[in-house]
């Protein structure tokens, strides 16, 4: 059985990329890659039970925590994803792309040390159709 480092999906929306990878921590994370002049707000993510929902499930809704996380209700308890940490990163001198980095994890957190990444605001933003969409600062 192969094991792989990383795995990318290319073209998942106009101009973005999916990455997948392992931390440290042995967590699923992953990276949506936007190339310069291609829309992130393309990125839209449907949130929603799977089978039949429990009386509990339906009740509750997704939400944004006051610390930005996207909460997930579920049968089991809160799904959380952490704020999305957002940077450009210079590639060349004259190009750059956006990164949009995810996780699905409870605790800590991903931090660059890198000089050459430049971090924009960014927080999840939620349609009334349990679609989960990137709001990108300046």
Request: charged content about 20%; overall charge neutral.
């Amino acid at each position: 059985m192969a094991n792989y480092a990383q795995v990318k999906y290319a073209g998942v929306y106009p101009g973005v990329d999916l990455v997948y990878y392992g931390n440290q921590g042995g967590q699923l994370e992953y990276d949506f890659v936007v190339a310069a002049g291609a829309d992130p707000g393309a990125i839209a993510q449907s949130v929603g039970a799977v089978g039949e929902p429990s009386k509990a499930h339906r009740d509750a809704s997704l939400r944004i925590a006051a610390n930005g996380d996207l909460v997930i209700p579920t049968g089991a308890g809160e799904l959380r994803f952490r704020k999305p940490v957002v940077y450009q990163e210079k590639l060349t001198a004259d190009s750059r792309q956006l990164t949009v980095q995810g996780e699905a994890r409870r605790v800590g957190t991903r931090q660059s040390t890198s000089n050459e990444r430049q971090f924009v605001d960014g927080r999840f933003t939620l349609d009334g159709q349990d679609q989960v969409h990137f709001a990108l600062g300046p």
